[in-house]
T-cell receptor
Framework: AQTVTQSQPEMSVQEAETVTLSCTYDTSESDYYLFWYKQPPSRQMILVIR??????QNATENRFSVNFQKAAKSFSLKISDSQLGDAAMYFC????????????FGEGTQLTVNP | EPEVTQTPSHQVTQMGQEVILRCVPISNHLYFYWYRQILGQKVEFLVS????????KSEIFDDQFSVERPDGSNFTLKIRSTKLEDSAMYFC????????????????FGPGTRLTVT
């Protein structure tokens, strides 16, 4: 079974600084998708960024980028120029290739942004 | 922008009662999901639904749970006899057509229903 691990329960960063959130996963599949979701206090799940495993290039979305290391099964999220609105719980998630496949989530990392 | 909606936002019920959580997925989506999140814990998959039948379910989704798409727009989760441990946030999600380069389309989450069982 696939598992996702986030070893940092809490992280903090100063406004305008850069922070990296870690995620590792375990799978025997070679083709899959990885995601980072943001959950603010409202508890709405918001997709931040996604990565297809067959793509070697790391995904970027504005201030958000990933470092995808397929051999190491590592998928970290870098947030540049952190803003107060980035404060939230961040979940790493894995999905097998296949149309109906479930998302498997990590335990989450609570990010605090200090002014 | 289209969005997934869920009602009610908060449901309080007594142990042993039946509850129905409702979701309206995005209109052209074909795959539907329920997840739950116990307070302070990670989000867990419950069930996926496609072509009017369950395509996958987790070990959490036992005989107390059922899902239905009663019409072309709603997607419901029923808990037959609620237990205290069913207290959680329940998220509905939907996803568009798959296949080919579009398969990576994301699952769009609703805002959740907070279920409190007393």
């Amino acid at each position: 079974a696939q598992t996702v691990t986030q070893s940092q329960p809490e992280m903090s960063v100063q406004e305008a600084e850069t922070v990296t959130l870690s995620c590792t996963y375990d799978t025997s599949e070679s083709d899959y998708y990885l995601f980072w979701y943001k959950q603010p206090p409202s508890r709405q799940m918001i997709l931040v960024i996604r990565q297809e495993a067959y793509k070697q290039q790391n995904a970027t979305e504005n201030r958000f980028s990933v470092n995808f290391q397929k051999a190491a099964k590592s998928f970290s999220l870098k947030i540049s120029d952190s803003q107060l609105g980035d404060a939230a719980m961040y979940f790493c998630a894995y999905r097998m290739r296949g149309s109906g496949s479930r998302l498997t989530f990590g335990e989450g990392t609570q990010l605090t942004v200090n002014p | 922008e289209p969005e997934v909606t869920q009602t009610p936002s908060h449901q309080v019920t007594q142990m042993g009662q039946e509850v129905i959580l409702r979701c309206v997925p995005i209109s052209n989506h074909l795959y539907f999901y329920w997840y739950r999140q116990i307070l302070g814990q990670k989000v867990e998959f419950l069930v996926s639904f496609y072509n009017n039948e369950i395509s996958e379910k987790s070990e959490i989704f036992d005989d107390q749970f059922s899902v239905e798409r009663p019409d072309g727009s709603n997607f419901t989760l029923k808990i037959r006899s609620t237990k205290l441990e069913d207290s959680a946030m329940y998220f509905c999600a939907s996803r568009g057509p798959g296949g080919g380069p579009l398969e990576a389309l994301e699952q769009y989450f609703g805002p959740g229903t907070r279920l409190t069982v007393t």
